[in-house]
C-alpha cells in the first residue's frame, strides 16, 4: 500500500475544507428538491421538521463522518478500516467504508442526469428554447428533452466530463480552486435572484409559505422525508464528507466546521426557496409543482416577468454550478482509493471512474426514453439508484457509523479527534448513542413498511422510548460517566 509512504494532500486555504464541503453539501438538494418537497409538504410545517432533523440527525453523523475521515487518512474504506483496528475492533467494519464510497458512485449515476437538466435549460434558456405560452407547453419540451436519447446523454455526459476534469486535478488544484470561486459565485447569483423575486410582488406570500409553521399539515410521510433528505443534503454516509475530512489540516476544529457546513447548506436551501416561491406565487402558480417546479413552472415564469431570460439564464448557471461542486465530491472518494491503492495517478482514476460512470448513467439517462419500459418492481433503473441510496444505503451507513462510534470503538478516538469540551462532548455522544439511531431507525421500520408510524400523534411516546433506552442504556455502559469524568 502507498498511502502509508505519501504524504496525503491537504485543504491549502483555512476555508478550503468548509468551502469544498459546503459545496458538496449545497446543491440540486438545496434548489430542486428541498423547494418543491416543501411545496409538496405543506410549507413551514416541513421546514420546521426538516431543521430539526438536521440539528438531531445530520450535525452528529457529520462530525462522526469528519473524525473517521482525518483520524484515518484516507478513504473512506481504508479511513474505516484504520479507525477500527486502532481500537482492536474487527476490519470486517471496513464494509462500511465499500457501501459508502458504492453509494456516493450510485447517487452521481444519476445526479449526472439531473445536472444534465440543468445544463440544457440553461442553453435553452440562451437559445430561446423556452418558449411556450402555458404549462402544457412546457411539460411537452420537458417531456422532448428527456425523449431524445441523444440529446439527454449529450449533457449528462458534459457532467461526467466537468467533474471528472475537475477530480482529475487534484484536491488542491482542482477541487479546492473550483469550489473557491464557483460557491461565492452561485451564492451572489441566488442574492441577486432574491431581490429580483423580492420585486415580483410575490415575496410576502413566499415568505409566509415558508415560514408560517402549521402543524396541522404535518403528514408522516413529510417527517420521512425530512429525515431522508437531511442526508442527502448534507452528503453524508456517500463518502463525500468522509473523504474531504481526510484532507482536513489537525488543528481546525470538527464541531466549528460541522456548524458552517450545516448552516450554510440550510441557509441556502431557505434562500432558493426564497428566490424561486416568489416568482412561482406572483405568477399564480401552485407550489405543488413536484420535481417539474424548476423545470416547468419557473421557465414559464420568468417569460411574463421583465427581464425574464436574463434572470433565468443566471438562475440556471447558478443551479449547474451548484450541482457541479457536488458532483465531484461523489466520486473523490472513489478516486482517491483507487490512486492509494491502486499505485496509478490520479489522472487515469479520474477518467477510469469518469468511464464506468458514464456507462452506468448512460443506462440511468435511458429510464427516460429507450429504456421506459424496462422496470423492475414498478421502478426504473434511475428510481432504482435513487430509491437504494436514500433509502437504504446512506440511513444504513448512518447508522453504521453512529453505532461504532458511540458504543464500539474506543473513546479517546473521538474525544481527540472532535476536541469538543466535556459538556459538549457528552452532548454528542448522547446524539450519536440515541438521538440519531432511532431517528434512523424510524427510517427503516416506514421503507420495510413494518408500520405507518403516524407522528403527529405518537411524538409523546417516541420522547417516552428515546428516554427509556437512553436509561437503560447508560445502566449497561458506564462509559458516558467515565467521560464526564475524564
Ligand atoms: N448534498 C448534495 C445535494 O444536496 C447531494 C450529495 C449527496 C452530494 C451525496 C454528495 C454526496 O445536492
Known amino acids: 500500500m502507498t498511502t502509508e509512504q505519501q504524504p496525503r494532500a491537504q485543504w491549502l486555504g483555512r476555508w478550503g475544507f468548509v468551502l469544498a464541503a459546503t459545496g458538496s453539501a449545497v446543491g440540486l438538494g438545496n434548489i430542486w428538491k428541498f423547494p418543491y418537497m416543501t411545496g409538496e409538504h405543506g410549507g413551514g410545517a416541513f421546514v420546521l421538521v426538516y431543521l430539526v432533523c438536521i440539528l438531531a440527525v445530520g450535525v452528529p453523523v457529520m462530525m462522526t463522518e469528519i473524525a473517521f475521515g482525518r483520524r484515518g487518512r484516507g478513504s473512506p474504506i481504508d479511513a474505516v478500516r484504520r479507525v477500527v483496528t486502532e481500537s482492536g475492533r474487527s476490519s470486517a467494519w471496513s464494509l462500511l467504508g465499500w457501501m459508502a464510497m458504492l453509494c456516493g458512485f450510485m447517487i452521481l449515476s444519476f445526479y449526472v442526469v439531473v445536472a444534465g437538466w440543468s445544463f440544457s435549460y440553461l442553453w435553452k434558456m440562451l437559445s430561446g428554447g423556452l418558449n411556450g405560452s402555458g404549462v402544457d407547453d412546457m411539460a411537452a419540451i420537458f417531456v422532448a428533452n428527456n425523449e431524445n436519447p441523444f440529446n439527454l446523454g449529450f449533457w449528462s455526459t458534459l457532467v461526467t466530463l466537468a467533474t471528472m476534469l475537475i477530480v482529475g486535478k487534484g484536491v488542491q488544484a482542482g477541487i479546492e480552486k473550483s469550489v473557491s470561486w464557483m460557491m461565492p459565485g452561485m451564492v451572489i447569483m441566488l442574492l441577486i435572484l432574491i431581490g429580483y423575486g423580492a420585486f415580483s410582488g410575490g415575496f410576502g406570500e413566499a415568505w409566509s409559505f415558508l415560514f408560517s409553521f402549521n402543524t396541522g399539515s404535518l403528514s408522516s410521510e413529510g417527517m420521512l422525508a425530512a429525515l431522508g433528505h437531511a442526508f442527502f443534503t ?9 473523504t474531504y475530512g481526510s484532507y482536513l489540516p489537525d488543528g481546525a476544529s470538527i464541531g466549528r466546521t460541522t456548524f458552517s457546513v450545516a448552516i450554510a447548506d440550510t441557509l441556502v436551501a431557505l434562500m432558493a426557496g426564497l428566490a424561486i416561491f416568489p416568482i412561482i406565487f406572483a405568477n399564480g402558480m401552485s407550489p405543488e409543482g413536484g420535481p417539474g417546479l424548476l423545470f416547468m413552472s419557473l421557465p414559464l415564469a420568468f417569460q411574463a416577468m421583465p427581464l425574464g431570460t436574463l434572470f433565468g439564464v443566471l438562475f440556471f448557471v447558478m443551479l449547474s454550478m451548484a450541482a457541479l461542486t457536488s458532483s465531484i465530491s461523489m466520486v473523490e472518494a472513489t478516486v482517491s482509493w483507487l490512486v492509494d491503492n491502486k499505485g496509478i495517478t490520479r489522472r487515469t482514476a479520474a477518467w477510469g471512474t469518469g468511464i464506468v460512470l458514464w456507462l452506468v448513467s448512460t443506462l440511468a439517462m435511458l429510464s427516460f426514453n429507450l429504456g421506459a419500459d424496462w422496470t423492475l418492481g414498478g421502478r426504473h433503473f434511475f428510481d432504482w439508484l435513487d430509491y437504494l441510496t436514500s433509502r437504504w444505503m446512506m440511513p444504513l451507513g448512518g447508522l453504521g457509523m453512529v453505532l461504532l462510534a458511540g458504543f464500539v470503538l474506543k ?6 479527534e472532535l476536541g469538543l469540551a466535556p459538556h459538549w462532548h457528552v452532548l454528542w455522544l448522547f446524539m450519536v448513542r440515541y438521538v ?13 413498511g413494518i408500520a405507518r408510524l403516524q407522528f403527529g400523534l405518537h411524538w409523546p411516546w ?15 455502559s458506564p462509559r458516558l460517566r467515565r467521560t464526564l469524568a475524564g
Open 234 to 242: 448534507l452528503s453524508l454516509a456517500s463518502g463525500a464528507i468522509l
Open 411 to 416: 473513546s479517546e478516538t473521538f474525544r481527540e
Open 462 to 476: 417516541l420522547l417516552a422510548v428515546l428516554a427509556l433506552i437512553t436509561v437503560i442504556g447508560e445502566l449497561l
Open 436 to 448: 440519531s439511531p432511532l431517528g434512523i431507525l424510524v427510517i427503516f421500520v416506514d421503507a420495510l
